[in-house]
């Protein structure tokens, strides 16, 4: 990571000393919970990046769940991650219930929000903006399953743990969303070659 | 075992993961490269990704509101010291939660049951209580005393739910003879002086006991007058076998004298 040097525990954290910042933290250690809150942003922030279109709603959001945790984080029990993950999940799910009933009101207050699926996908290079267009048109457990797998890299056991699934039925849903991937690709013109 | 595609796919994932090229992953399962070159390749380009970077500044935001709020908090907790008691182990506290509620319902439904009589939902609970009650008593005085209680009870039940013309508690009747019966058998195991106190209070239990069918016997139906009878015959032939084992001597009693094992059994 650029910018902050903090933000280099995104990927440094082992699940041992996670797991005893998550406790100090709960302790109300303030450098644990400052560690433990710098991680969460990071690892929330790509996984929420994908899932909505502005930065600014990113932010928003991720700021939102880090809150959320810090609030709740004295009655968190079980898996860390998968809690977390779920947080995240719902407050999602929230902005887009919130932003469908404004929308309601009137479309033409939230202009260039919505994606224009009918631009084709000319160039043969992967971007961060292709991929979250097309993440928008596979099933929200196949979305899940290619953050946590490939943008986040946890393996087939976390993520089975995070979505609360055997690590077979992550396996399928991997190949099946790989699949879709390639083919909301393939139709919009964007051959996968070596 | 044949894999799946499924369990195919993500055995090369793990083989490029480790540093393998895609095309010597495939040559393991050439009947699939058509079909799974593309999904490797895809996952390898959305792997390749540049990560989404946070800005530094909305982190910095997050975290100076939440060093605002643990200070909040800390103020809130400074002030309620006993809630941060309670917060730091909840575990324990809702232990001490069940067991004051597991307290609080046994000994109400013990004191509400103390007064419900045969019928009764509670009555169940009495007798539960009762058994528990006997078998934690060690001593055989303890037992005999506790005879008499639950003998006095029966009484006082069967005076309770005893109706006008209606049948005699047959149950209940037995219970209150059998439990002043039960209590005499420990008269052995006491010395002198605590066996005549004993056989002493069992014989104003039956004193009692007859005096009480005396006054139900009128009352009760035809069909129970025989019953009534032997019962209140029972009562006066201990009571006369207690007066006897106090004090044979001055006993005007003449052989064969009464004993309580061979006349007081009610069948």
């Excluded at chain 1, 089975?160 to 849903?173: D, E, F, N, R």
């Excluded at chain 2, 106090?246 to 004298?257: A, F, R, T, V």
Aim: net charge positive.
């Amino acid at each position: 990571m650029k910018g902050n040097p903090s933000l280099l525990l995104r990927r440094e954290i082992s699940d041992d000393n996670l797991a005893l910042i998550i406790d100090n933290a709960k302790k109300d250690d303030t450098d644990s919970l400052t560690k433990l809150c710098e991680y969460v942003y990071a690892r929330i922030y790509s996984y929420i990046f994908y899932r909505v279109n502005h930065r600014e709603d990113t932010e928003d959001l991720t700021s939102e769940v880090v809150l959320k945790m810090v609030k709740a984080l004295k009655r968190q029990r079980g898996n860390f991650k998968a809690w977390i993950y779920k947080i995240a999940a719902n407050t999602v799910i929230d902005f887009y219930r919130k932003r469908a009933k404004r929308s309601a009101v009137s479309l033409s207050d939230f202009p260039g929000e919505i994606p224009d699926k009918s631009l084709p996908i000319s160039e043969q290079v992967m971007t961060q903006e292709k991929l979250k267009d097309a993440l928008n048109n596979i099933t929200d457990e196949q979305k899940h399953v290619i953050l946590l797998r490939f943008i986040e890299g946890y393996n087939n056991e976390e993520t089975a743990k995070i979505m609360g699934k055997s690590v077979g039925a992550i396996k399928v849903m991997q190949f099946r969303a790989l699949k879709a991937l390639r083919e909301y690709f393939r139709k919009k013109g964007y051959e996968i070659k070596a | 075992m044949k894999l799946k595609r499924d369990e195919i796919l993500d055995q090369l994932l793990e083989g490029i993961k480790k540093g393998k090229s895609i095309e010597d992953c495939l040559r393991a399962y050439p009947e699939f490269a058509e079909e799974l070159e593309p999904l490797l390749r895809l996952a390898e380009r959305i792997e390749d990704l540049p990560k989404p970077e946070p800005n530094p500044e909305a982190v910095e935001s997050v975290l100076t509101k939440i060093r605002e709020m643990a200070v909040k908090e800390r103020q809130k907790e400074k002030k309620f010291s006993f809630r941060k008691i309670f917060s730091l182990q909840p575990a324990f506290v809702r232990a001490i939660a069940v067991v004051l509620l597991i307290i609080f319902i046994g000994w109400t439904s013990m004191s509400l049951s103390a007064k419900s009589v045969p019928g009764d939902f509670l009555y169940p609970i009495k007798l539960f209580t009762e058994k528990v009650q006997y078998t934690l008593t060690v001593s055989p005085e303890g037992k005999a005393e506790l005879h008499l209680v639950f003998a006095d009870r029966r009484t006082n039940e069967l005076v309770l739910s005893f109706k006008e013309g209606e049948m005699i508690n047959k149950v209940l009747l037995n219970a209150m003879l059998n439990e002043a019966q039960s209590a005499l058998k420990y008269s052995e195991s006491l010395s002198v002086e605590r066996s005549a106190i004993l056989v002493a209070k069992v014989g104003k239990c039956n004193q009692h006991q007859q005096r009480v069918l005396e006054e139900i016997k009128p009352m009760a139906c035809r069909d129970d007058t025989t019953v009534v009878n032997e019962a209140i015959n029972l009562c006066a032939e201990r009571h006369r076998c207690m007066g006897y084992m106090l004090n044979p001597e001055s006993s005007d009693e003449q052989p064969p004298y009464p004993c309580w094992k061979k006349c007081c059994n009610w069948q």
